[in-house]
């Protein structure tokens, strides 16, 4: 019998040692301990996660390949297929943030590529903690800078994403990267071992001692100890994924290939039993012919290892040499260490002695499984309470530091405004503090200070580049192009994650719509704290059953992804974060539709209808540092109508400019609607809402609330007719709003001016906010 | 005209060069594999942009001894045009087939962006299709393109007129504001002696096509393709060319640019109209 404190190193229960014990009819060597350990982990079996998982709706007429493989793939036309995953690096990128960024870029590259398809676009979501903290300026520098070393590396375009900023990711931040690829869809290739005696080979990278042990601290909470773990996080080597991506396309190319597998997480383990499970066949290899970068490994340590840029692949019997002399081109070493068997099992050798034998099915569909136990956490009843009568909207912005980022002009103007308003009532420009706080907020701000450091325009497809809603590249070779977004709001979710996620699945089908896109399927990475909390385990079957809700009605079936589970230190959770990627279809790449506007004198449309909610906005956590209330409502029939018309009236190019209402409401999205284009500026006007008896705080409800569903979109004087018409055949709400033009912001609730500002100030503090936070450490 | 496009195992902007040289351009084109000391009979070479191999211990520092590099050398040393962009002009450098080094950008860190460019020089086979003062809407995207050459070099350098693009301010005045990386002298582009080897950090290759966001680097593709078109053999042309100032080039276009141009360079018209809807989309 094993020692309690060796099975709690190996992150296994009693309980599960039995299992095992049971499975072998035998006690394991230190070996297979290894192997169970790491295949048992959250991270591989996801054992917590699996039976809400399979709720998921994964099937449609679009549908390539669901979940299971490396990575999803969507039927996009041509032949062709759109073969995409999200995945995260969160615990690795907080232990060291450079190579953890790096290497989870690297990790979704190997997914993708694995399929057969060419990578050619990256996004990724990024949570961390509040930007004036020095730790959350490294993380984001470090993090930002590991994203850009791989991906510009090896050239693939990083077209888009998202980051935000709130303290329960301090000790936590998250990095989701996704990866987008192209493939013939006759050709999508598999990761599967079958054909007895067909040779199993290994090429890439020598395995050495990082990352032992990996998943498995990432199936673990982190507390003050976290630092040690440095040794568990992988080193990255760009150059040699590129040859690797280069040779293993030209090897699919052939038809010499069976199957392929990256070895993330649990290396050689994984993918050995993984390929061996899904070909229903067994593989045998042997350790010794693994090729090694450091001496006296053994084969617990070979079978464990997390080294990067690292192939498995089965080849069929009598084509060795053809592959040989593919990866001898690009300078790689392809070498032959076992064989497809017929009896299921994972069988390891050291220099041809058995060091591990154990039923494939042992580790993977027979995994633990569990149905861990749930319970609404108590602060969510009263997280939802919201009194806006209650609140002051002027009353948090009377000092300097309220207003953080603002430079200090604009900070002498909005303190003269502020102390003006209180003396008698609202005045034009009197919210100009406001809109410029939240425009401010690193959340809401520009990220160009990140998203120029990532090369977006290599491979010569980006037709739109981050900054300007959702991602679009081009197909070369067709009329073709692919919108992809990733969205996700922690704050909704922590409030009520149900609806959360909901909104997450609307919000970036929403933003590839705006782009003109068809949404077509959907990929979700889904990050939470310890599911053994009971409470932790509500806020995840609450939220994997409203992405299900959302998919189902908006047409995006999830075609994979991953979890991230433990996401915590010392106790304390993140917010309940699912990161929802979304891809969509254009049929005209040259159809392509931004948020900007495009020429003064256009008519300004407001497609949905706002209620004025404020439950957990940008406008609340800035203005006074509360996260509470109820998200916004999500009508997802609404939504899908939405959609559906934004797509139409981007093929009918009725639309010059659209862009999504989120993060800081209609203000702030009409305000960005002006910003990178040379200042055209815009009037607009709207109607009060009534949510509160001040009637302040009606006008800052109308101005920043977040209702969902709504879009801004810019049209022709001409074509303002047509695009009310179609908006009223679809059953959407439509209403002009005002007009472009002038160089200032100016926006009216009620009939009376509220915010005029000029665009030029108002997006030098949006464009500069997060260059101002990072060059802090310097001061 | 036939376009060789040298492949180093971690080239990652040959495909880009490619579809520029034929989809867009509508000319010959050939990868030229690092390995193979064989040009394939091209008529102008590109280094295109990427990270040779790996770069781990100086940008461009290995690909100096790839077998395709002797061949490359040899060809310009006839007076065959190459063209090194980011990684190539790196290349170029490390090679000693230009002057200069790279350092870390200034701010230490990787941008990608457009940046504009000033047309400091004519007389090269890459920018005979372009206006000296011209302004050109480029993107760069590199971590080391910080331009630096000791000061007898880099006088040298002016004294020849090798600097043949300059970052600068939308309006082409010098301002270091402007100046993405800290360049010696704000250099985004230089020529050899000989005037047939360039480099440049700017990528032309991402600024073809409307629908990328600009179409200033066809002045550059433009130019090589005319220069091509108006003699059979490139190289003595490409030398006759050299004797002709800038100054005098600027003067016989300036009163009615296009019919001027058209006239001197058949693809120089082209390469106009092309900038021209440039500037007017929407």
């Not at chain 1, 993330?264 to 090694?292: F, H, K, N, Y």
Request: with cysteine; hydrophobic share 40%.
């Amino acid at each position: 019998m094993i020692d309690p404190p060796v099975l709690e190193r190996h992150g296994l229960t009693p309980d599960e040692y039995d299992r095992i014990v049971q499975f072998l009819g035998r006690e394991p060597n230190p070996t297979e301990l290894g192997i169970f350990s790491v295949m048992w982990s959250e991270h591989c079996s996801y054992k917590s996660s699996r039976v809400h998982l399979k709720t998921l709706p994964s099937d449609g007429p679009q549908v390539l390949q669901g979940p299971g493989e490396n990575a999803g793939a969507v039927d996009i036309g041509d032949g062709l297929a759109a073969v995409f995953k999200i995945e995260s690096h969160n615990h690795p990128s907080f232990i060291e943030p450079y190579q953890g960024a790096a290497t989870g870029v690297g990790g979704i590259i190997r997914d993708i590529f694995t399929m057969g398809a060419r990578p050619i676009a990256l996004l990724n979501s990024l949570r961390f903690g509040p930007l004036e903290s020095r730790g959350t300026r490294r993380l984001v520098e470090g993090v930002v800078a590991g994203i850009a070393g791989y991906g510009n590396s090896i050239g693939i375009p990083t077209v888009g994403g998202e980051i935000s900023f709130e303290p329960s990711y301090a000790d936590n931040p998250l990095v989701n990267v996704f990866c987008l690829g192209i493939a013939r869809a006759s050709d999508i290739v598999k990761g599967v071992a079958s054909g007895a005696g067909n040779p199993v080979y290994y090429v890439g990278a020598k395995t050495g001692r990082d990352g032992i042990h990996g998943a498995t601290m990432a199936s673990a909470e982190f507390d003050e100890k976290s630092a040690d773990k440095r040794p568990a996080v992988q080193v990255g080597d760009p150059f040699m994924e590129k040859l690797l991506l280069e040779a293993c396309l030209e090897v699919m190319r052939t038809d010499a290939l069976v199957g392929i597998q990256d070895m993330g997480a649990a290396g050689l383990t994984c993918s050995t039993t993984e390929m061996g499970s899904r070909g229903g066949a067994g593989v045998e290899i042997d350790v010794a012919l693994v090729p090694q970068r450091e001496t006296g490994m053994t084969p617990y340590e070979i079978m464990l290892s997390e080294s990067q840029e690292r192939m498995l692949l089965v080849v069929k019997r009598g084509r060795e040499n053809e592959v040989e002399r593919i990866f001898d081109k690009w300078d790689l070493h392809a070498v032959h260490i076992g064989q497809v068997t017929a009896d299921g099992m994972l069988r390891v050798k050291d220099r041809g002695q058995v060091v591990a034998e154990i039923p494939n099915r042992a580790l993977t569909d027979e995994a633990p499984l569990y149905e861990r136990p749930m319970t609404e956490p108590a602060y969510v009843a009263e997280a939802q309470k919201l009194d806006l009568d209650a609140l002051d909207c002027l009353a948090e912005a009377s000092t300097l530091e309220d207003l953080g980022a603002l430079d200090r002009s604009a900070k002498a103007f909005a303190l003269h405004s502020v102390a003006d308003g209180r003396a008698r009532g609202l005045q034009p420009g009197d919210l100009n503090s406001v809109l410029l706080s939240i425009l401010g907020s690193p959340t809401v701000a520009s990220k160009r200070w990140v998203y120029r450091q990532y090369d977006h325009m290599v491979r010569t497809n980006t037709i739109n580049p981050p900054g300007l809603g959702a991602g679009v590249v081009r197909i070369k070779a067709t009329d073709r192009a692919l919108a992809m977004s990733v969205d996700g709001n922690g704050r909704y979710c922590y409030l009520d994650p149900y609806r959360g996620a909901m909104l997450a699945v609307a919000e970036a089908a929403r933003n590839v719509a705006c782009a003109g896109a068809r949404p077509l399927g959907a990929t979700n990475c889904l990050n939470f704290g310890n599911p053994e909390r009971p409470a932790i385990m509500w806020q995840f079957a609450r939220a994997v059953e409203g992405i299900g809700a959302a998919c189902r009605a908006l047409d995006v079936p999830i075609t994979g992804g991953n979890v991230s589970l433990y996401n915590e230190t010392d106790g304390r959770a993140i917010y309940p974060t699912p990161t929802i990627g979304v891809v969509g279809l254009l049929e005209r790449a040259d159809h392509v539709v931004s948020r900007r506007f495009q020429e003064a004198g256009d008519a300004v449309i407001l497609l949905g209808d706002s209620r004025g909610e404020l439950g957990g906005s940008e406008y609340l956590k800035v203005m006074h540092d509360l996260v509470r209330g109820m998200p916004p409502a999500l009508d997802l029939d609404v939504e899908h109508r939405l959609q559906t018309l934004l797509v139409t009236l981007a093929a009918e190019r009725l639309m010059r400019s659209a862009h999504d209402c989120s993060d800081g409401g209609l203000a702030v999205t009409v305000a960005e609607c002006c910003f990178d284009t040379s200042r055209i500026g815009v009037e607009i006007s709207i109607d009060r809402v009534q949510v509160a008896r001040e009637s302040r705080m009606n006008v800052c409800a109308a101005l920043f609330g977040e209702s969902a569903s709504r879009v801004v979109v810019s049209v022709v004087p001409d074509d303002v007719i047509a695009v009310l018409e179609r908006a009223a055949a679809a059953d959407v709400p439509a209403r002009v709003v005002g007009r472009t033009g002038g160089e200032r912001l100016r926006m009216g609730v009620g009939g009376q001016i509220v915010i005029d500002q000029s665009v030029d100030d108002a997006e030098r503090v949006w464009s500069t906010a997060i260059e101002q936070y990072v060059a802090k450490r310097v001061a | 005209m036939r376009f060789g496009i040298a492949v180093f195992p971690g080239s990652n902007c040959d495909e880009d060069a490619f579809h520029a040289a034929r989809d867009v351009l509508g000319q010959d084109a050939e990868y030229l594999w690092h390995k193979d000391a064989d040009l394939k009979g091209a008529d102008v070479v590109i280094l295109p942009g990427g990270f040779a191999h790996g770069d781990y211990l100086r940008t461009g520092a290995m690909a100096r001894f790839s077998p395709i590099m002797t061949e490359v050398r040899a060809f310009a040393d006839r007076g065959g045009p190459v063209l090194g962009i980011c990684n190539g002009f790196q290349i170029l450098l490390e090679s000693g087939l230009l002057p200069g080094a790279m350092l870390r950008n200034r701010g230490l860190k990787y941008r990608c962006e457009h940046v504009h460019l000033r047309v400091e020089q004519i007389d090269t086979p890459f920018t005979s299709a372009a206006r000296a003062g011209q302004v050109l809407r480029i993107p760069i995207g590199h971590g080391e393109g910080n331009y630096f050459a000791p000061s007898e070099m880099l006088q040298r350098i002016e004294a020849n007129r090798q600097v043949i693009l300059r970052y600068a301010d939308p309006e082409g005045r010098l301002d270091d504001a402007w100046n993405p990386n800290g360049s010696a002298n704000a250099i985004a582009g230089l020529c050899n002696e000989a005037r047939n080897v360039v480099g440049m950090m700017p990528h032309p290759e991402r600024a073809c096509e409307a629908l990328l966001g600009s179409v200033d680097g066809r002045a550059i593709f433009d130019s090589i393709v005319g220069a091509f078109r108006s003699a059979d053999q490139p190289s003595p042309r490409l030398r006759r060319s050299a004797m002709a100032s800038a100054e005098a080039e600027r003067l016989a276009l300036q009163p009615s640019v296009v019919g001027a141009a058209g006239n001197r360079h058949p693809s120089l018209s082209m390469g106009r109209s092309a900038s021209l809807s440039a500037g007017r989309s929407r």
